[in-house]
């Protein structure tokens, strides 16, 4: 079987920190577990990404960070997301 193709343009770092995600101006949220990141990106596990929004604002209060992102692939267990400018 062959590897699947590297389609970031940038290394992630893995890491297992406690995120979450909010939208509907932070009426609705999920907890998350952000799986690796890097400046632009990260992975996000959880039980149920299938209601997760396009867009949301992540939030990982060990790192103090707090960005709009948008899902760039889903999993039945993951979400991808990138940074949005």
Do not use: W, Y
Not at 33 to 49: D, E, I, K, Y
């Amino acid at each position: 079987m062959q590897a699947a193709q590297e389609r970031r343009t940038e290394p992630r770092q893995r890491v297992l920190k406690t995120g979450k995600i909010a939208f509907m101006d932070n009426k609705s949220s999920f907890d998350c577990t952000v799986r690796n990141r890097s400046a632009h990106g990260a992975r996000l596990r959880m039980a149920t990404p299938e209601f997760v929004p396009a867009n949301f604002i992540l939030h990982i209060p060990s790192d103090n960070f707090r960005a709009q992102v948008q899902v760039v692939n889903r999993t039945a267990t993951e979400i991808g997301v990138r940074l949005i400018a």
